[in-house]
């Protein structure tokens, strides 16, 4: 079945070829036939048919005897479908027909069977595979996408938006990210190791760098070029210093409260440290008996002393009741005996110094 693209322009493309023989033993080939003889009607899918508008023309009565073409035109073969010719010949000018008819079908189509590179599709490239324009193949060579596994193709990027990408750095891209959705890097596309970068990055970047004013990095730069801040070391030093001494001075006054009872002390804790402090207080009688059981030398008391002293000059019958001193060689008291008037010794005083001798 002959196919012709629907509405071809190019005429020797709409040609239909057909071979014009006697009616009577149908083998006789007619030659010398003329356009204006032949009788040609036309149907579009099965519509009413029409007279002939294009040409009828013998191709070569001596070498091709017979054979004829007709070239119908762009308007009879612009309808998709079936355009069915009838071809008739009267070479006296009325009937019966000089040739036997005949009933050609033709195919039109929208695909060009005569253009070997995409065969009339315009969804695809006007060139061949491979060329400037056409399709890429699998393989090594030019126009060719190599496939060095299943799933996977080698990329050799050499424009990126229309500019040549900067050189690989340890193997990767580097790329500058002008914007970037909501959310796109979070703690799953995050590694820890990206995140341990970024704050490094951060904190061992050069306060020189930081000079966009009102962020943090600018203050921070701002205040460690500040002059009135150069001795800063110095003052931290000091303040060490003053704290070592301040925890010395605590420690001192704590170990010298901590003998002190609870804040606030407590009424009888008062109480009774007085008490204690009178109970060791020694009464009359022992300062007294103290003093008079006194050892002066050895064997030598205060109290028998004064008893020989008192018998040697008999105060024990001739002072009762009377004050005996004794005087030292300045004048100054020394002794001071007093005694009632039994003669029994009510009290003895004594002076500063021990009298020699004695």
Request: proline share 5%; no cysteine.
């Given at each position: 079945?002959?196919?012709?693209?629907?509405?071809e322009?190019?005429?020797?493309?709409?040609r239909?070829?057909?071979t014009?023989?006697?009616?009577t033993?149908?083998?006789?080939?007619i030659?010398?036939?003329t356009?204006?003889?032949?009788f040609?009607?036309?149907?579009k899918?099965?519509?009413?048919t029409?007279a002939?508008?294009g040409?009828?023309?013998?191709?070569d009565?001596?070498?091709?005897?017979?054979?004829?073409?007709?070239?119908?035109t762009?308007?009879?073969v612009?309808?998709?479908?079936?355009?069915v010719?009838?071809?008739?010949?009267?070479?006296?000018g009325?009937?019966?027909?000089s040739?036997?008819?005949?009933?050609?079908?033709?195919?039109?189509?929208?695909?060009?069977?005569?253009?070997?590179?995409?065969?009339g599709?315009?969804?695809?490239?006007?060139a061949a595979?491979?060329?400037?324009?056409?399709l890429?193949?699998?393989?090594?060579?030019?126009?060719?996408?190599?496939?060095?596994?299943?799933?996977?193709?080698?990329?050799?990027?050499v424009r990126w938006?229309n500019?040549?990408?900067?050189a690989?750095s340890?193997?990767?891209?580097?790329?500058?990210?002008?914007?970037?959705?909501?959310?796109?890097?979070n703690?799953?596309?995050l590694a820890?190791?990206?995140?341990?970068?970024?704050?490094?990055?951060?904190?061992?970047?050069?306060?020189?760098?930081?000079?966009?004013?009102?962020t943090?990095?600018?203050?921070?730069?701002?205040?460690?070029?500040?002059?009135?801040?150069?001795?800063q070391t110095?003052?931290?030093?000091?303040?060490?210093?003053?704290?070592?001494?301040?925890?010395?001075?605590v420690?001192?006054?704590?170990a010298?409260?901590?003998?002190?009872?609870?804040d606030?002390a407590?009424?009888?804790d008062?109480?009774?440290?007085?008490?204690?402090?009178?109970?060791?207080?020694?009464t009359a009688?022992?300062?007294?008996?103290?003093?008079?059981?006194?050892?002066?030398?050895?064997?030598?008391t205060?109290?028998?002393?004064?008893?020989?002293?008192?018998?040697?000059?008999?105060?024990?019958?001739?002072?009762?009741?009377?004050?005996?001193t004794?005087?030292?060689?300045?004048?100054?008291p020394?002794?001071?005996?007093?005694?009632?008037?039994?003669?029994?010794?009510?009290?003895v005083g004594?002076?500063?110094?021990?009298?020699?001798?004695?």
């Open positions: 079945m002959r196919r012709i693209r629907q509405s322009s190019t005429a020797a493309e709409r239909v070829y057909f014009a023989v006697s009616p033993n149908l083998q006789t080939r030659t010398g036939a356009n204006s003889q032949f040609v009607r036309t149907s899918n099965g519509a009413a029409a002939k508008l040409t009828v023309v013998q191709v009565a001596t070498n091709m005897p017979g054979v004829y073409y007709y070239e119908p762009a308007g009879e612009d309808t998709l479908g079936k355009l010719l009838v071809i008739t010949l009267d070479l006296s009325v009937p019966p027909y040739m036997e008819p005949r009933e050609i079908e033709i195919e039109i189509v929208a695909v060009d069977q005569y253009d070997t590179v995409r065969f599709l315009t969804a695809l490239p006007n595979a491979e060329a400037a324009g056409g890429y193949t699998r393989g090594a060579g030019a126009g060719q996408i190599n496939q060095p596994a299943n799933g996977m193709i080698d990329g050799n990027t938006l500019s040549v990408p900067a690989l340890s193997s990767y891209v580097q790329v500058s990210v002008a914007a970037m959705q909501t959310d796109v890097v703690s799953n596309a820890t190791t990206a995140a341990q970068e970024i704050r490094d990055a951060i904190w061992n970047a050069t306060l020189a760098s930081y000079v966009t004013a009102g943090t990095g600018k203050k921070l730069a701002d205040i460690a070029g500040d002059a009135t801040l150069a001795n110095t003052i931290l030093t000091n303040l060490a210093t003053l704290a070592g001494y301040v925890d010395t001075e420690a001192a006054i704590k010298k409260t901590d003998n002190l009872p609870p606030p407590d009424a009888s008062i109480a009774a440290s007085f008490a204690a402090v009178i109970a060791a207080i020694p009688t022992a300062v007294r008996d103290a003093i008079l059981n006194w050892a002066y030398r050895p064997g030598r205060v109290k028998g002393g004064l008893r020989r002293l008192f018998s040697s000059f008999g105060l024990a019958t001739t002072l009762k009741g009377a004050t005996v004794f005087y030292k060689p300045d004048g100054s020394e002794w001071t005996v007093d005694q009632d008037g039994a003669g029994n010794r009510t009290a004594l002076g500063t110094t021990e009298s020699d001798g004695v």
